[in-house]
């Protein structure tokens, strides 16, 4: 029996308000906060630690959920996404990098990150270079890379059909959470601003120690310190969501972490410093200048102190106290002058700092042997220990208890 005209109406018209599942506002807001952490946590997981960087084996059951779901949500393919970012830490923070603020401005990355993705993607040299060891099964290659802008249309068809035309809206934000979050977040504010754990030799920062919305990405700094870590949290402040996820699934048998962070060990502190202990310090070497670092901010502290106490001026001191852990060549050259000035005025610091870029120099040196990078970090310890500064002293110390 046929339904009257005005029945199909008012069929139409309510599923147009409440779609196949008629839910509350609030949620409708909690399955797109969920399907959009479950975008992010394929893309920090399957694209970024696994494949990207080889960091973890995934087992084929999330692995193919993860390129299936990312298909559905942001047509994004694996190969491109791969060799994308292979190039953007191959040539960091240079004008080949497809993505820095520092050569492209922040405003460029932030708004026109997916734009500065699509045109990379076409860069054919970029993708043989960088894309191999991709995914290349019969699914991948006739199905998600083939019809990439078919599934995100799916998505649509799908969130049409659950909750009607507010279902156009769940979409639109799907359809920007990666290239906001991602593109424009991690790839511009990540290069652009926040804190740093490591001088790691580009501009990357940690924005945010607790890696939650962005599933762990916003742990930059971290990454870029350590590439091939499946885990980017450090510190015991730090949260890093994804290695919670890659945890629970190792349990399981579906993740093999290959790689996490090395951690300095401190053991009995050694008559001299050898070879063991060479190889500690360059396996080491970003915690080791980690430390050093936060060593140099507590002697500019107490220095400041003695200053404030004595009624003199110390705020240039406290100024420069940014730039004095940092290598030489990222020191901005607005700083350089007044940084000159301070060392000059504190010899102790200026001790710190000079002896800070010897140390730094001897795994940069490629041309010295083993046995004689060994003598340098020797010589290097017993002039610390006799520098007359206690921070240097206490500093030599800890470095002849290191150990592999």
């Known amino acids: 029996m046929l339904l009257p005209d005005w029945a199909v109406l008012n069929a139409a018209i309510d599923w147009l308000a409440h779609g196949l599942w008629d839910l509350s506002w609030w949620q409708v807001v909690l399955y797109t ?66 993505h820095s603020p520092q050569t492209r401005g922040i405003e460029t990355v932030f708004w026109k990150g997916a734009e500065l993705y699509r045109a990379e993607a076409k860069n054919q040299e970029t993708m043989a270079k960088f894309g191999h ?27 049409l059909a659950l909750f009607g035309a507010v279902g156009a809206a769940v979409w639109a934000v799907q359809m920007l959470w990666i290239p906001v979050n991602a593109a424009g977040i991690i790839n511009g504010i990540g290069h652009y601003w926040g804190y740093r754990n490591f001088e790691a030799p580009d501009a990357s920062t940690n924005i945010s120690p607790w890696g939650i919305i962005i599933g762990g990405e916003e742990l930059h700094n971290n990454h870029h310190t350590y590439p091939t870590s499946a885990k980017f949290s450090v510190k015991p402040y730090e949260f890093d969501i994804g290695w919670v996820y890659i945890s629970l699934m190792r349990r399981i048998g579906w993740a093999t972490v290959k790689k996490v962070p090395p951690k300095l060990v401190l053991g009995d502190i050694k008559p001299v410093a050898d070879e063991k202990t060479l190889e500690a310090v360059i396996a080491n070497r970003y915690e080791v200048m980690a430390r050093y670092g936060r060593e140099m901010r507590l002697a500019c502290k107490a220095e400041i102190a003695q200053l404030k106490a004595k009624g003199q001026d110390f705020a240039m001191l406290k100024a420069a106290k940014r730039w004095l852990p940092r290598d030489e060549d990222r020191v901005p050259a607005a700083a350089r002058q007044q940084l000159a000035q301070v060392r000059a005025q504190h010899p102790a610091l200026d001790k710190m700092a000079s002896m800070r870029e010897e140390l730094r120099q001897m795994w940069l040196n ?39």
């Open 33 to 98: 906060l969920v399907a959009t952490h479950i975008t992010i946590a394929g893309v920090t997981i399957f694209l970024h630690r696994a494949q990207a960087h080889r960091a973890m084996d995934l087992h084929a059951i999330p692995s193919h959920f993860f390129r299936f779901w990312l298909w559905l949500s942001t047509g994004m393919v694996t190969k491109e996404w791969v060799a994308i970012h292979r190039k953007h830490h191959a040539k960091c923070e240079t004008p080949e990098d497809p």
């Open 133 to 159: 060891g991709t995914p290349n099964d019969w699914i991948e290659r006739n199905l998600y890379t083939r019809y990439s802008w078919q599934g995100v249309g799916l998505m649509l068809i799908i969130n």
């Open 366 to 404: 490629t041309s010295h042997s083993r046995e004689q990078l060994a003598a340098d970090l020797q010589a290097w310890c017993r002039r610390a220990e006799e520098s007359g500064v206690e921070a240097l002293r206490q500093f030599s110390l800890n470095l002849r208890a290191a150990h592999a």
